[in-house]
Structures are given as C-alpha cells and as structure tokens.
C-alpha cells in the first residue's frame, strides 16, 4: 500500500512515518506540507493511501479533493473532533484524531485493506488513459466523493457538468467533452450535445421524432438523442 502523508508538522509527520513503519505491506512514497504540494504530490505519486490533514497552508483537505482530478482513497487526521462528521460525509474511509494511536492507524489500515482499493507496494501507479472512476463534489456545505458508474446521466451546463445523482444533482467543474474522454467507453454514451448516458441504466428505448431514439433511464427520466447519435446507438447495439 503506497501511502502519502499530508501535514503541515513536521512532528505529526515524523509521528505517522514511525507508526506506519511497523507495517511491512506500507511504502510511504512522499509528504507535502500545503494544499498546493499536496495536489502535485498526489499527480505525480498516485499513492492508493492519502493521510490528508484537514488545516493546512493554502486551504483545507477538501479544497485538496476539489481540486484532484481523482482523489485516491482518504484517511483524515486532525486535531479537531468536530471534523470528522464532514469527514465521513466525504465517504473518507476514517479520520484520525491527534495525537494518533498505533491501534486506531491499524484500524484505518484494515478498512483500506478490506475495501480492496489498497494496492501492494509493487503495483505501478495507473498508466495514462485510465478511465475516471470517482470524482469528488461540492454542493454548498455538503461535499462528498462520488461513484462514476453509479451517475445514470451527467448533464452539459456550460463547462460545467450537472451529476444527476437520486436526490441530487451537483455541479462538477468539468466541461462534458471533457468528461466523454475520460470516462469508461464501454460504460458512458454521449446521446447528444448535452447529455452523457449511463448505459447500466438504461431500462428501456422507443423511437423518438425524425428517425431519433429516446431512451428511458432507471427511476423515469427519459433522454432524447441527437438524430446522428441515434445512428451510432443503433449500430453500437445491433439494432
């Protein structure tokens, strides 16, 4: 498990380096003292483990998920309790409160370990052209980090993009042009100008005006493709 450390201390960080060494599948492949150097480092290590300080010079561990194209798996430490809520709301797989005790770090560990996003040490960092799985969001107060493959339908607004998510529906400062390149091919559908479709969603399809197909989404909503992209569909599928 590749594990970078994000804290503006040098003690905390000193700290976590002693515990995380008693660890044998545990490489921690850098630090970063600011939100800056934190994104940078994240880019150019793709650790599986983020240990994200949640007050750090030039913001805070959620403005660091903002800003990460795909933020690894996040484990906040802190020295404030009232965090955590926020913490857990961005599906962080734990928090840590200071000063860190060598079972909680283990428990930490164990939930990356079991969820079985944390790599061994030996396993090279994602080549370019991976698909984007999660992305983090920021809807007001609320901030979490979201499944692509569980988005049924992403919405173009401008260079941003709407995440129609049941219940909510966050922007994402991403340009859709920008997101049909990343995402998984085999997953996401661009149906028109403004709509990407999750093809594990799709309940059913009927034809639509002037040669269209208008395809109904799990829990009702219903999208109208372009006419062109109703062509490709059809040969996609064999229709």
Known sequence: MRV??????????????????????????????????TCRQVEALSPDLLLLDI?????????????LEEPPDVVFTTAYDEHAVRAFSVNALDYLLKPIEAPRLAEALERVRVRGQGAPAST?????????????????ERCWLVQLSQVPLITSEGNYA???????????????????????????FRASRQHLVNLDFIEAMEPGPSGTLVVRLRGGREVEMSRRQSQRFRERMSL
């Open 124 to 140: 090279p960092a994602q080549p370019p052209g991976t698909p984007l799985e999660r992305v983090f969001v920021r809807d007001g």
């Open 55 to 67: 007050q750090m010079p030039g913001g805070t561990g959620f403005d660091v998920l903002e800003r």
């Open 162 to 188: 709407r995440l129609e998510l049941e219940g909510h529906q966050p922007l994402l400062p991403r340009s859709l042009n920008y997101l049909e390149e990343r995402l998984d091919s085999a997953r996401f």
């Open 4 to 37: 970078l450390i994000a804290d503006d201390e040098r003690l905390a960080r000193a700290e976590l380096r002693r515990l995380l060494a008693a660890f044998p599948d545990v490489e921690v492949v850098g630090e970063a003292t600011h939100v800056d150097e």
